[in-house]
């Protein structure tokens, strides 16, 4: 439903205005209704007051010039007269309210109306539905003054008065409301930024703790836990170095040793697997490294990126130039760290061109983000493998056999340095065929 706010402030603000302006209803009416029943006083004494008047004129007349007299007199609203041979009030109607007979004064009603030469001959009184009455009196000559009172419904509501103070009041409270929740909601607003923000890098920097006793310590909070996050971090990374580091020195003894071996066969096969091993040491200090060190986010040219990567690859294997394709605009500003964006595409294309034996790559953008796609012409990767190769080490089997040489980091790392950039790489299998490495990037910078 869209008159529903999705924010907390919206709804928050939304509750609080309904609530209040009921209240304020309610108030209003109260007191509305309170003057109403002065109001019905001053009305019902008017009215009875100009009956008499209209009384005493007409009996004082002659009576062919009452029905001239009676079309002439100015009436108060509600009340119609005519002078007729017969009484309106019929034997068997139902006497008016005692409420309704004291407020008219109808008690006693010929005696009120002047010195014994004036009063009615004859007074018939009746209800009418509300607050309305039929009176019927009789004159000397025998005719019959017929009175019908029928005041107009109370309607409250319907003072300008009430309407204006009810606009009035509402707009001051819903101003003050915003206002208020607008301010309260803020550090709310301000957390998720800033969780969002130490999601992309644990060195984002802390929130502020100030403002109202909750606010503070929530920040507070949110700051010990970034600290500690960001400590477990540092301690990995440094473990993951050190363990790196330290596996060197016994590598380099046993390729010292496997150099006296016997057996041409098994040395051979030594010095490789021990080769391995450095290679993938080698990525793990890379990989340590990349989260280590901070390079800072700057303005670049994606568009000449994506080239240089592919440049580069054609280099380092000029008979596969021809399978190397950029599409896409000559410029595309971005915002970002260059040289690890360009070591994570550096890591796709070097997978397409690997493992599917081309490297087309299509720059392309769309709603602020920018979006580059890596195809391939190999056999793609089975739909349940789809995420785990994004696992560190993970690799597949026809990969390992083929002896392509990777270690199964450069995925992970793509992806991690994508993810730091608020932005992700998927892997699709293409309906003709080959494999579609996507990464996505905020122009903006994350
Ligand atoms: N374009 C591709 N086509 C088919 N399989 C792929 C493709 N890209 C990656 N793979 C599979 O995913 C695995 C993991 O890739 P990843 O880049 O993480 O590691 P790697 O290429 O083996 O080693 P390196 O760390 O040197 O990149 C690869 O070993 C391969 O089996
Ligand atoms: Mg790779």
Redesign the pocket.
């Known amino acids: 439903m869209r008159l529903w706010p999705r924010s907390l402030a919206g709804r928050t603000a939304v509750v609080l205005l309904i609530g209040l302006m009921a209240v304020q209803g309610i108030g209003l009416t109260i007191h509305a209704l309170d003057r109403l029943e002065l109001q019905a006083l001053v009305q019902s004494r008017e009215i009875a007051s100009r009956l008499f008047g209209l009384w005493r004129n007409l009996v004082m007349l002659p009576p062919d010039r009452r029905a001239a007299l009676l079309a002439e007199f100015e009436l108060p609203a509600g009340v119609s007269a005519s002078y007729d041979a017969q009484p309106a009030v019929q034997p068997g109607m139902p006497p008016p309210a005692p409420e309704v007979m004291q407020r008219y004064r109808l008690q006693g009603l010929g005696p009120a109306l002047g010195p014994p030469r004036i009063r009615p001959r004859e007074v018939l009184a009746a209800a009418l539905p509300g607050q309305g009455f039929l009176l019927s009196l009789r004159m000397a000559d025998g005719g019959w003054l017929n009175l019908r009172v029928q005041p107009p419904p109370p309607r409250p509501w319907h003072s300008e008065t009430f309407l204006a103070a009810f606009i009035a009041m509402s707009l001051c409270a819903a101003l003050l409301i915003l206002w208020g929740v607008r301010r309260m909601t803020r550090p709310i607003t301000e957390l998720a930024a800033a969780a969002e923000a130490l999601g992309r890098n644990v060195n984002a920097p802390p929130l502020p703790e100030t403002g109202p006793s909750e606010t503070a310590r929530a920040a507070h909070a949110f700051n010990t836990m970034a600290s500690r996050i960001r400590r477990f971090v540092e301690d990995r990374t440094q473990m993951l170095a050190a363990i790196g580091h330290d596996l060197r020195t016994p590598i380099t003894r046993l390729r010292l040793r496997a150099e006296f071996m016997e057996d041409e066969e098994q040395r051979r096969k030594m010095l490789a697997d021990l080769a391995e091993m450095e290679?993938m040491i080698e990525?793990t200090l890379a990989f340590a490294r990349e989260d280590a060190d901070a390079e800072p986010a700057v303005r670049f040219d994606l568009a000449a990126l994506c080239q240089t990567v592919l440049d580069e690859a054609a280099d380092a294997a000029p008979d596969r130039a021809e399978a190397l394709r950029y599409a896409g605009p000559e410029r595309l500003s971005a915002t970002g760290r260059p040289a690890a964006l360009k070591r994570a595409i550096a890591?796709?294309v070097?997978?397409?061109l690997?493992?599917?034996g081309a490297a087309r790559v299509t720059l392309s953008v769309e709603g602020g983000m920018a979006r580059i796609a890596?195809d391939?012409d190999?056999?793609?990767?089975p739909p349940a493998?789809l995420e785990r190769?994004?696992q560190?080490f993970?690799?597949?089997?026809?990969?390992?056999n083929r002896e392509?040489?990777?270690?199964?980091?450069?995925?992970?790392?793509?992806r991690n340095i994508l993810r730091a950039h608020g932005g992700d790489v998927t892997?699709v299998n293409r309906p003709e065929g080959?494999?579609r490495?996507l990464a996505v990037l905020p122009l903006a910078g994350g």
Do not use: K, M
């Open positions: 290679a990525a890591n796709l070097g997978n397409a690997a493992y599917g890596i391939d190999g056999p793609g990767i493998e190769v994004f560190p993970r690799r597949l089997e026809d990969s390992r392509t040489g990777g270690t199964g980091l450069g995925l992970t790392i793509a892997l080959g494999l490495a």
